[in-house]
């Protein structure tokens, strides 16, 4: 009976196993299978070991990286733990977690509020502020970092004018509370990182229910108690995903942290690594770090535990959006414009100005050009391996459809957990070992060594930039391929059609625009990325982010405004492309 057939066939499936392996070679296994003439005992289906091969070694590229780093910590010296965990340890684990405290709640605080405004309420410039708080996404942290702490520095323009109109003639000291100190890396920080959050929460506030809002305006519940016990409730897990995203972009980051003072863990590893030559204490500091990471992780999805939220599906209307007028909307509309002026605003003006005062565009340093070029090499090399391993991950995880498969490809996804500095230090293991196999097996043919081939090139920083980034293009694949009926796979299968043709005739035409968002996203990511690049780049080779490091390490970043604005140009590429998608979640109901 075709009923009881899908129902066993339903069952196997779940049970992990595969079916159709007996069939005709003249009848598609997927035909046979779902077919009027399945047998009674179901077979099992290919087991696809391309695919499976695949997501093994997508999951052992990230973990790779962290085995050797375990490995290079648990080979150093035994004396040096202890002076590590006296001096070094406490310091940088108390700076790092009042960092991360500080960023979550200022982040969550803009965020939240932002999002908030913009999804629930209508004000004059609503419109413009939804494409325009997103924007400080385009800059790097250490970008700003150097712009703030170079403005409100004592003999800066700031507190030159403030003596100005105070009528100070002489510098007594500082006007305004000092940028490079802990409570000035929370702030600056934060104006960068608040749009992670802002997106989530304004995705999450926009698909409000207005059935569980009426309901809970027929009882009585003021607007306060229902965003209190209803709305911010489940939004929740939104805010989760949002801040883990934060936290960890802070726990990565090492240019401004440094410039400001701040000794977090990342720093300590940089340090210990390069300033005091002892790769191993580095390591044990990583280690320290992956923990960290590894309790963020747990954190967020603790947050999100047994927290699934759903609409309605009588009745999936949205809520209309809140008309503020008068003092209201002028009040709600400075709300939204402090954070996109003080998060892009001042820094891009600054930088245009620097770009413009110095005549960087006419005079610039001939060998800005070649760093460009390095730039453009190395994120569009890895830009192409992520994306053919990411999708191709994907892909694969839809064709096996087993958990197993869909647990490696959360495992390849992790690499974007960790920091591009314990990265770094646990690819150099891994990248020598594969350079002496190559030469052992180069010395035994011609009698000559072949050197490092990828330690020390650039393919390191491939390497480096594919495991880091890939859970971006895993991610979009996933949220594509969801969106497409598996009936169609059946469907394809059911004519003949094989693996390979199914995707490139299929998954690929529809999954089109993610493939772009992803490629987007990740080659600017590779722009920006900093700490990896750092380490592991070839030497005489810079990026832009490395160009401008240099300069800013020097003390005079304002000659690095042209490199430091082109990074931030592209990147407003893909933030205004996810503007677009989260916009495109906007209800047009008209306004109560």
């Not at 959050?197 to 569980?212: D, I, K, P, T, Y």
């Not at 701040?262 to 204490?281: C, D, E, I, K």
């Not at 096996?400 to 591009?420: E, F, K, Q, S, T």
């Not at 999954?511 to 030497?539: I, M, N, Q, S």
């Amino acid at each position: 009976m075709p009923g009881r057939d899908g129902a066993a066939l339903h069952e196997a499936e779940h049970d992990g196993g595969e079916i159709g392996a007996d069939a005709p070679d003249h009848v598609p296994r997927t035909a046979w299978a779902h077919g009027s003439i399945v047998p009674r005992r179901l077979l099992r289906l290919p087991r696809h070991p391309l695919a499976w091969a695949l997501l093994a070694a997508l999951a052992a590229l990230v973990a790779t990286p962290l085995a050797s780093l375990l490995a290079i910590a648990l080979r150093g010296d035994p004396e040096l733990w202890p002076h590590l965990a006296a001096y070094v340890l406490p310091d940088a684990i108390v700076t790092t977690a009042l960092l991360l405290a500080g960023i979550a709640v200022l982040t969550s605080l803009i965020g939240v509020g932002t999002a908030w405004l913009v999804a629930v309420h209508d004000f004059p410039g609503r419109s413009l502020m939804t494409w325009l708080l997103p924007l400080p996404l385009a800059f790097p942290t250490y970008i700003v970092a150097y712009v703030y702490a170079d403005t409100l520095d004592t003999l800066g323009p700031v507190q030159g004018a403030l003596r100005w109109l105070l009528g100070i003639a002489v510098p007594a000291g500082s006007l305004l509370p000092e940028p490079r100190s802990l409570g000035g890396a929370v702030v600056i920080m934060s104006l960068v990182l608040y749009p992670y959050v802002h997106l989530a929460m304004r995705a999450s506030f926009q698909g409000r229910s207005a059935v569980l809002i009426e309901a809970a305006r027929l009882f009585g519940a003021s607007p306060w108690r229902i965003a209190r016990t209803i709305t911010l409730p489940m939004a929740r897990p939104a805010l989760a995903a949002g801040l883990a995203l934060v936290l960890m972009e802070s726990l990565n980051d090492i240019g401004a942290t440094e410039y400001l003072g701040v000794r977090t863990l990342t720093l300590a590893v940089f340090t210990t690594w390069l300033n005091r030559g002892s790769l191993a204490g580095a390591a044990q500091i990583a280690v320290v770090m992956l923990i960290a990471v590894a309790a963020l992780i747990a954190l967020e999805r603790h947050a999100r535990r047994h927290r699934v939220v759903a609409a309605s599906s009588a009745d999936a209307r949205t809520c209309r959006r809140v008309p503020l007028t008068g003092a209201a909307g002028i009040l709600a509309l400075l709300a939204c414009l402090v954070p996109v002026g003080l998060g892009f605003a001042v820094p891009f003006g600054f930088l245009l100005r620097e770009v413009l005062t110095r005549g960087l565009l006419v005079g610039f340093d001939p060998d800005l050009v070649r760093h460009i070029g390095s730039t453009v090499m190395l994120a569009g090399a890895a830009t192409v391996l992520v994306l053919g391993l990411g999708f191709g991950g994907a892909f694969a995880a839809r064709l096996i459809r087993r958990r197993r498969a869909g647990a490696l490809l959360g495992a390849a996804g992790l690499g974007y957990a960790v920091p591009g500095t314990v990265l770094a230090l646990g690819l150099l293991g891994p990248l020598v070992a594969v350079d002496e196999a190559i030469g052992g097996v180069v010395r035994a043919v011609t009698g000559h060594g072949a050197g490092l081939l990828l330690a020390g090139s650039a393919a390191a920083v491939v390497i480096a930039y594919t495991i880091r980034f890939l859970a971006i293009a895993t991610g979009f694949a996933q949220a594509a391929l969801t969106r497409l009926p598996v009936d169609l796979d059946d469907a394809a299968a059911s004519v003949g059609a094989r693996p390979r043709r199914v995707v490139a005739a299929v998954h690929l035409p529809l999954t089109r625009p993610a493939l772009v968002g992803a490629a987007l996203l990740v080659f600017v990511d590779c722009l920006k990325e900093l700490p990896a690049t750092l380490l592991l780049r070839p030497l005489n080779t810079e990026t832009l982010a490395t160009y401008v490091y240099q300069f800013a390490t020097r003390g005079s970043f304002e000659e690095g405004a042209l490199a430091a604005l082109l990074i931030v140009l592209v990147g407003l590429v893909p933030v205004i492309r996810m503007v677009r998608l989260a916009d495109d979640l906007d209800p047009d109901a008209p306004l109560a």
